[in-house]
């Protein structure tokens, strides 16, 4: 197994690859440039840790054929600055076009330093990277911890026991794995998400305790698509109809509005509905009317938005757009 280390200057990445190879504990200078490998054996399996500082145009030569990326990140120290994330994630992005079914892992050192909690900056780092990171982990290095019995196997079991898949025995108070929510590797916008959004997302799921569940999800995704067809609360009472508000707000020309609107009607009361049964629906009703997506537009941008927010599968928009395209007509034959 090939496992690809990155990471910042100082971050620890090559004190980790060495502790992971079971190495002695030794603070050594971070790796200006090149390579660096560590070979060591957990099991029958036979695992290749490549600490690598190269350029984004040599990724090709040295990160093809792995099975992880471990970006490092020194949980204490500030938030990463902003021209060091955009640099990394050139670097993750090229590693994915090469292993696109690789893991993507977050690894925090000194997180016996941090002020916050582990849980708290990951979701940060996490968010500022754009959800790239599949999974997380909090590690403390320190020789003090290095020289306590089995902390190798609990270091392994901690970074590398999802990849490995083998069971070693943790010392439950030296485990300090924190598992972010899988997300999904969604696709950059086509432009920024309005902050609109983010405030009709929490309208609609309600108390905070709501915004990360199944139910909060979906009445969040509801209000978003409500709020595109200005469809009219079956509770209330509203003396405009939805053709008129759009007028009034200059969006009497939004495309697929009926649509939207019917689905909201259908969806309102429907009980133990989810976000994702909500736009699948959606999309096989925008497939069923024939018209086609505007792929920056509108509704696009709030599908989009619905799908990372509730952790959905991305919606492939050239391939929703052709099966709307090609929709077969039926076709009534004379008697």
């Known amino acids: 197994m090939k496992i690809i280390i990155?990471?910042?200057?100082?971050?620890?990445k090559s004190t980790l690859r060495l502790l992971l190879a079971g190495e002695s504990y030794a603070e050594v200078p971070s790796l200006s440039f090149g390579t660096e490998e560590s070979k060591f054996s957990v099991g029958n399996e036979k695992v290749s840790l490549q600490e690598a500082a190269i350029p984004p145009e040599m990724i090709k030569y040295w990160f093809k054929d792995s099975q992880a990326l471990l970006y490092c990140v020194d949980l204490s120290l500030p938030k990463p600055h902003h021209d060091s994330v955009k640099y990394a994630i050139e670097e993750i992005e090229a590693f994915q076009r090469l292993n696109p079914d690789a893991q993507i892992i977050l690894v925090g050192t000194h997180a016996d330093q941090t002020k916050k909690l582990p849980e708290t900056q990951f979701k940060e780092i996490n968010q500022s990277f754009g959800n790239r990171f599949n999974r997380a982990v909090a590690v403390s290095m320190t020789r003090k911890h290095a020289l306590e019995e089995d902390f190798v196997d609990n270091l392994r079991q901690d970074v590398l026991g999802p990849l490995l898949n083998v069971s070693v025995q943790v010392d439950e108070e030296m485990e300090s794995a924190v598992v972010i929510k899988h997300n999904k590797r969604y696709p950059e916008p086509p432009k920024p998400f309005p902050k609109s959004y983010g405030q009709l997302w929490q309208k609609g799921a309600g108390p905070r305790n709501n915004l990360e569940s199944e139910v909060g999800n979906f009445h969040a995704a509801l209000e978003i698509l409500r709020d595109y067809s200005k469809s009219n609360n079956p509770e209330t009472c509203s003396f405009f109809a939805p053709k008129v508000k759009l007028a009034l707000t200059r969006h009497l020309f939004r495309h697929h509005t009926d649509v939207v609107d019917a689905l909201y009607k259908e969806y309102y009361n429907k009980k133990g509905a989810t976000a994702a049964d909500l736009i699948n629906a959606l999309k096989q009703r925008l497939i069923n009317q024939g018209d086609t997506l505007n792929l920056t537009g509108s509704l696009a941008q709030r599908i989009r938005f619905i799908e990372r927010n509730?952790?959905?599968?991305?919606?492939?928009?050239?391939?929703l757009n052709e099966q709307i395209a090609d929709r077969e007509i039926p076709i009534s034959a004379p008697k």
């Open 310 to 319: 509730a952790n959905l599968q991305p919606t492939d928009f050239f391939k």
């Open 6 to 12: 990155i990471g910042p200057a100082g971050s620890g």
